[in-house]
């Protein structure tokens, strides 16, 4: 039996690919354990004003043509996807579908989104402001993840070490610099890194170019095709999980993970709504399918090696809606003029990351819902910043008045008349670096007469973890999680059929041996 930890991309595509490698072995049982109650991890959706027609992203919004494991999923289960969508105003026109960079004083970028969101470098605008730094850019971006995709297939995958696996694609001298100082040796200008790169590694990754490595910069261009499922990208995963059949066990916290003598995993449990109940089951082979310093899980015996704890961002989304449209004049524009519908940041020229004084990394109108106490279509915004968001701020950017001056007017409550917070652990810091975590956590055994772990489970399952989160560090997608999860399932289905193939082995050697000694068969299977 096999378990995985967590309900997110990498446990459901562990599952899902388990269940494929092994065609749907009756003999091989898979088990999820999720401790919310529900599926999806960091993809997850919430109802505008609680309507269930009115689901919005919450966490993971978007996936691109190049996410091979989501495209396939999403046309293997048939489910639809959508584009970024045009939104209908009170008149009946359609709201101006731009884009627009804010360096928190000034403009320094805006372009039809159908050009400029999607697809950088196709815009000729960019070419008259940049010079050559798009095209540049573009390359720059391909050449990053030509050699990304060849750890899909063989001989890269599946890869056991993962600080190997990126080097022999090719990646590591870009992952051992800054996204500004690999940008800058390609000859990619100053201008266009601040202005366009940088907004992109923000609104991506709460991350300036400064602090960023150069893989995830190049990754953040990677946009053709962005595209989502309707209703929420939860569902691919879900979708996984069914299809691999598992037993997915909600509102489930995994409290230990012990390693007995017979060499199982013997895994401690609480569950319920009040997780007030408890349970024990041993298992063969485990995944932990999330960062391990989130879970509070006890391992006993201890790793050999502990399991490194990974640096995240504190990144706050904020939903609401209203129906104010943007004011312009809150963003340094004319009051006549239109707010970009999807507004990205960047810092001033010579600013660096710890003097960043942002007050958000990106604001979208993402569509208009129907409010159902009024009846009337407002406005749904999307924004993501450093710290929580005022309500002052948020009257501002909508009326150009105070809170008070709101009140005063007898508008208050008709400003906002939804609003949803969550503060995500969802961008690990992307540093430079050469080495990332352990995928096979080995665990000791826990006897005293020096037999390892190994040799007193012989037969009886791995002596290891497998862990995805070491992917976290080198690109922090729902794609990559997938990857992983991929990866180490690939990797447990070969064990199980090494250690089958051996038993195999030692079974036809045993059966040799005694049929040598009556005289039957010789050790060479002759007669």
Known sequence: MATSLRAGSAGSSAAYYIAHYTQHCPNVQITVFERNAYVGGRSTTVNAFNDPLEPVE????????????????????GLSTQAFQSIKQ?????????????????????SPADSGYKNWWTVAKLLWQYGFSPLRTSRLMKATVGPFLQMYS??????????????????????????????????????????????????NYAQNLDVIHGVETMVCMATDGAMSVAGGNWQIFDSMLQHSEASV?????????????????????????????????????????APLQFSNIKITPPPSRPISEIEYINLHVTLFTSPYSLHAPAFNLDPSDTVPRTILTTLPPSTISTSDPSQFYSISTLRRVRNPLTGRSEYLYKIFSPHPLE?????????????????????????????????????????????????????????????????????????????TSGIEGFISTMETSSLMGAN???????????????MEAGNKAEMGSEDTKGGKVGSDGEL
Not at 172 to 183: C, I
């Open 488 to 502: 180490v399932a690939r990797l447990l289905v070969d064990e199980w059929m090494e250690e089958a193939s051996t």
């Open 154 to 203: 063989a001989p890269i995958y599946p890869f056991d070490d993962l600080s190997k696996a990126v080097h022999e694609v090719g990646l590591g001298d870009t992952m051992a610099v800054t996204g500004a100082r690999h940008l800058s040796t390609n000859g990619i200008s100053d201008a266009f890194a601040r202005d366009i790169v940088q907004a992109s590694t923000r609104v």
């Open 90 to 110: 009170d008149d009946d026109s359609e709201l101006e579908d731009t884009i627009g960079v804010f360096d928190g004083s000034k403009w320094v970028y805006t």
């Open 249 to 289: 066990q909600l509102n489930t916290t995994v409290t230990n993970i012990d390693l007995d003598t017979e060499g199982s995993f013997i895994i401690d449990r609480a569950y319920g709504s009040q997780n007030n109940q408890s349970a024990q089951s041993p298992y063969d082979a485990v995944i932990l399918a």
């Open 391 to 467: 309500s002052e701020w948020l009257h501002y950017i909508l009326t150009g008045q105070s809170e008070d001056e709101v009140g005063s007017s007898g508008q208050e409550g008709k400003i906002l008349s939804w609003k949803y917070e969550k503060i995500w652990q969802s961008y690990p810091v992307e540093k430079p670096r050469v080495t990332f975590e352990d995928i096979m956590i080995d665990i000791p055994s826990s006897g005293s007469d020096g037999e390892s772990g190994a040799e007193r489970g012989a037969g009886k399952g791995s002596r290891h973890l497998y862990y």
């Open 58 to 77: 919450l966490g993971a919004s978007i996936f691109v043509n190049v996410n091979h494991n989501l495209v396939h999923a999403v046309q293997k289960f």
